[in-house]
């Protein structure tokens, strides 16, 4: 029965989609020699790669992701050529925000260049450190929607969450709200069905999904709205890690335990998550912002491959962090100088904590996750497994700042998703410590024994290509 779960799961489909793709390619790439004269094909492999490379080179990036696109190019000369063109080439740019706020300074004047967001006011939040209390706040503001509700999600899957989502928004509709739904292709494929789609069109919503999975080379999918957003009239806003399927609420999880969170905001800062969502509907979005509330946050978000806000804004609050650095994450495999700055907080005696699964979803990212703990691990960064199941919690705990959102720590969140978070301080830093405190007492420190060779080199290979799965 587990194989059978595999092949018919959506990452077997979806790996299964690519690797047709790929040995199309080559048998092509294969055949073309067949059919003109030996030197020309030699030629023009020569050229093609040549190109390529210069492509690769001139264009931005991290230098990760351009060794693994080199390695790829320079093992399959023109398949490789033709996958990387294909992989990175990208439509019309797509979650384009731009909030008017006049003059920001610091951290809020470099948001609002990078990703589009500013520094915005808050009345007051709350901190979820479980799916079901969230849902059941969710669904209750829904409810008493009056003029719109935003719904933006990676997965939404059929079951008894989504049934209480249904009525939720029926209600809500009925109250005279205007609802749009954006749910991701990759991520609800297969677990969002068409009968769902109509259910949530004659409950009164508008719906769109964000790059469908096609049986053609599409290398848009890679590009995946990972974002979590919920708002409600503008004046609240929820995000985190939570996706609308029934194991967020605990209901049927196959993995134990599943551990997530997530944050609902009231007040002016629900504008700004209202504009990230427009920008995902629309393409791009524009916002007059007038700022109010008695806290403050940094609401962010990413969307264009080359301008990449949270990495950058998590390698200079790690680097200049004084006494903990404390981390939920499903996956960890990040960057460098990301990697760099964890290191060196250790090495300087901040005490930094990541606390990774016990359980996975996805094998291959909890050896690569492991894999990238054996490095760091020597320099003092602690890592632990949740004990009792699957970690989903996408949070980050740095010094008297706490950072949630739907980042995971790892190169596809960094560096190719479309990803939101907010920064906040004040007494929600110390719930989530502790939340955080709370899971560590639950977890195991992360050891391991003697690794075989065999595992050794597909960890090697694994950690070569992360930045492009």
């Known amino acids: 029965m587990r194989i059978l779960k595999n092949i018919f799961s959506l990452n077997f489909l979806y790996i299964l989609l690519i690797a047709a793709q790929v040995a199309a390619i080559i048998f092509l790439c294969l055949y073309v020699p067949a059919v003109i004269p030996l030197a020309a094909a030699y030629a023009g492999t020569f050229l093609l790669s040549a190109i390529t490379a210069a492509v690769l080179l001139a264009r931005g990036g991290g230098s990760e992701a351009k060794c693994a696109w080199f390695v790829l190019i320079a093992t399959l000369p ?133 790059h469908r999975i096609t049986p053609f080379p599409r290398s848009r999918l890679s590009f995946r709205d990972h974002r979590k957003i919920v708002t409600v009239d503008g004046k609240l806003a929820f995000t985190g890690g939570i996706n609308l399927a029934d194991e967020y609420a605990g209901i049927g999880s196959p993995y134990g335990v599943w551990k997530d969170t997530g944050v609902a905001l009231f007040g002016s800062v629900a504008k700004i998550f209202e504009g990230m969502f427009s920008a995902m509907w629309n393409g791009s979005a ?11 946050c940094l609401p962010y ?111 596809r969140s960094m560096r190719l998703n479309y990803e939101c978070g907010v920064m906040l301080d004040g007494s929600i830093c110390d719930e989530v410590e502790h939340d955080f405190k709370a899971c560590l007492s639950l977890s195991q420190p992360l050891t391991e024994g003697r690794i075989s060779p065999a595992k050794r080199f597909s960890r090697f290979i694994l950690r070569l290509f992360a930045p492009l799965i």
């Open 78 to 210: 023109v398949a490789g050529s033709v996958i990387y063109l294909l992989a990175t080439a990208r439509g019309r740019s797509c979650g384009i925000l731009k909030v008017n706020a006049g003059t920001q300074a610091n951290l809020s004047a470099c948001a609002n260049t990078m990703c589009g967001t500013c520094a915005a006011g808050y009345d007051s939040a709350i901190y979820f450190k479980d799916g079901a209390t969230l849902f059941e706040r969710l669904f209750s503001e829904i409810k008493r929607a009056k003029l719109r509700v935003y719904v933006e999600f990676f997965i939404v899957c059929h079951g008894h969450i989504f049934d209480l989502f249904v009525e939720a928004i029926r209600e809500a509709k009925q109250n005279g709200a205007e609802i749009k739904i954006l749910v991701d292709g990759v991520g609800s494929g297969f677990k969002l069905r068409r009968r769902d789609i109509k259910r949530l069109k004659e409950a009164g919503a508008e719906v769109k999904v964000f």
């Open 286 to 296: 524009e916002l007059n912002f007038e700022s109010g509330g008695e806290h403050v």
């Open 301 to 411: 978000c990413d969307s264009s491959p080359n301008r990449r806000f949270c990495e950058e804004l998590y390698v200079q609050k790690i680097s200049a962090a004084k006494s903990r650095i404390h981390i939920m994450t499903p996956y960890f495999c990040v960057s460098e100088k990301l990697a760099g700055a964890l290191q060196f907080a250790a090495q300087r005696g901040v005490d930094v904590k990541v606390i990774i699964p016990h359980i996975p979803d996805k094998r291959y990212a909890f050896e690569l996750s492991k894999a990238c703990a054996q490095t760091l691990a020597p320099s003092g960064v602690e890592f632990y497994e949740f004990t009792p199941g699957f970690m989903h919690a996408k949070v980050v705990v740095c010094d008297s700042e706490v950072f949630l959102g739907s980042y995971n720590f790892d190169f």
